[in-house]
């Protein structure tokens, strides 16, 4: 297991955004008439929709037997590959970040299952012992939870308080790595945390296990709902709407993620606290890879490509290809601008943790969270200039 914050495995997995000029130029044509293209490119994004989707169930499902395979035998190397696993499995829903806040299936107000997916920040004390207090969280707690299933862990997740996350991606990921106490490496959870034949060990088991469980089962969820093959879905909605309502939503999620989400809560938030309990990933020091993947899934969404997780390559038509027909000037600016961003994002120190915090560090962090915070400005500008209007102020 690599420790070292500057070469941990996180470096590795990045979409290969920083590839931007390959990924424009070796885009093929994909032909539709100017009447016919507004529907193609509604088309063309459920299509992404429904393979990243797919790509990150996949990769959950890795997770799921990586950490059995951990829990059947807890060794070094057992853990190292499920923390491998995990941070794969983020990649792929990193990607997904841009397909939210428009009431979809992910963040429908009802049925939405986006915070027991990614809620953050975690406070630890929740689930977990932490410094200071060995006996702390729902696995300590044997007296109030006498057994830890799946129903207690979703009916806990943010019960109190938005920082009592119980499910998800950061759940395991604290559960894999715990606390980060280290200005050079990430949390350092020994294994002997999972070893069978002790009441609390076998808790903590449980725990990991069924919240791996619940994050298979949740994507599920959601790629079922983006399926073009299953009838009475949310997928056949929104290709069913007019395409002016779809592409205005499409729009709304890129918009939203970029000013508010991205620029906002993920970045400026740790930013002007200069505290890394803020940070998305802060147990396994993901959160530069995390923001990139973030960044990776609204160009997917623009230029309408998409690398897979088996490295084939999707390719519809999309809001490029629009704005290309509108106005070809705001076109090459939001090109200009991706890039961009693309590039302060990637000028972020490593860790994030640190570049929060070390004062010659900290610009780089601030240059980024002005250009993706003007890219969604631009996502207005595109609305405008394809005749319908998004609010990138609202979350």
Request: charged letters at 20%.
């Amino acid at each position: 297991m690599h420790n070292f914050k500057g070469s941990s495995l996180l470096l590795a997995v990045f979409v290969g955004i920083s590839m931007l000029s390959l990924i424009i130029s070796c885009k093929s044509e994909v032909k539709s008439n100017a009447n016919e293209l507004p529907q193609t490119v509604v088309e063309g994004y459920a299509a992404i929709v429904f393979a990243t989707y797919d790509d990150a169930l996949l990769t959950a499902k890795n997770l799921e037997s990586a950490v059995s395979e951990f829990l059947a035998s807890p060794t070094n190397e057992n853990l190292s590959s499920a923390k491998t696993a995990w941070i794969t499995a983020r990649k792929y829903y990193g990607q997904t970040e841009v397909f939210r806040f428009y009431d979809g299936p992910i963040d429908n107000g009802e049925t939405g299952v986006e915070g027991l997916l990614n809620a953050w920040p975690l406070d630890e004390v929740y689930v977990d012992y932490v410094d200071g207090a060995p006996n702390a969280g729902i696995i300590n707690n044997i007296t109030t939870y006498p057994e830890i299933t799946k129903s207690l862990l979703v009916a806990m997740n943010e019960k109190g308080g938005e920082e009592n996350i119980s499910c998800g991606y950061h759940a395991i990921e604290f559960m894999l790595w715990g606390q980060d106490l280290s200005n050079t490496t990430a949390g350092t959870r020994p294994v002997a945390d999972f070893i069978t034949g002790n009441l609390i060990n076998d808790r903590r088991r449980t725990y990991l296990e069924l919240t791996a469980s619940l994050l298979v089962e949740h994507l599920q969820q959601l790629k079922d709902q983006w399926n073009p093959e299953i009838e009475n879905n949310y997928y056949k909605t929104f290709v069913g709407l007019a395409p002016e309502i779809a592409i205005q939503k499409i729009l709304t999620g890129m918009g939203v993620l970029s000013k508010v989400e991205l620029a906002g809560e993920r970045m400026f938030t740790a930013y002007d606290n200069a505290n890394q309990e803020d940070e998305q990933s802060c147990f396994s020091d993901n959160t530069k890879a995390d923001l990139m993947n973030n960044i990776g899934g609204i160009m997917n969404v623009f230029f309408g490509m998409y690398v897979r997780y088996d490295k084939s390559n999707l390719q519809v038509n999309a809001i490029a290809d629009l704005l290309l027909l509108k106005d070809v000037t705001l076109y090459k600016q939001t090109e200009s601008l991706i890039r961009t961003c693309n590039n302060e994002f990637q000028n972020i120190y490593q860790p994030f943790d640190n570049a929060i915090v070390l004062a010659e560090k900290r610009p780089q962090v601030m240059q980024a969270i002005l250009s993706i915070q003007q890219l969604g400005d631009q996502m207005a500008l595109i609305a405008a200039a394809l005749g319908t209007s998004i609010n990138v102020n609202a979350n």
